[in-house]
């Protein structure tokens, strides 16, 4: 009997340290499908955080009316994938982070973009980050990224998690930028 892990305990074995992050960028479905496979990525979950009602649903979040956004909450190990890695090669580039509260068709606050930062070292980074990515020139227009300390999670109702992998060719309008 073999003793290796297999395939599908490998990331819950690998990791000694994780960190949390807790991204939105639109979306979270397909936020969820391109962070969900990051080297260094554990888990991932979507939910709902940044607002005032207490126990939202998909529906309260929409119009304005919870002042959630639609998030993802990831569990990674830091030793592989470094905070500062995950935001600038992987969230800043899966999204427009110039426009507020919208991601291509998708309009509404549970679209802003926002970066809900659990830690000091979090904030820090994400605001170097940001500094970075916006005098970088990639962007024809400011980036309005909010940083936020991380606030409630509400986990998303279990339709939602993985919503992609459950239906391949779903509507999504995130994809990797240059």
Known sequence: MSTEPQSSDVKSVSATHTEVAVL???????????LRDVPGVLDTEVGYTGGWLENPTYHDTHDSKSGHAESVRIVFDPTILRYEELLENWFFRLHDPTTPNRQGNDVGTQYRSAIFHTTTEQKETAER??????????????????????????????????????????????????
């Open 24 to 34: 939105a960028g639109g979306c979270f479905w397909g936020v969820e499908e391109i």
């Open 129 to 178: 980050v940001r500094a970075r990515v916006d005098a970088s020139g990639k962007w024809s227009r400011p980036i309005t990224t909010e940083i936020v300390p991380a606030s409630t999670w509400y986990s998303a109702e279990s339709y939602h998690q993985d919503y992609l992998r459950k239906n391949p060719g779903g509507y999504s309008c995130h994809w990797l930028r240059p």
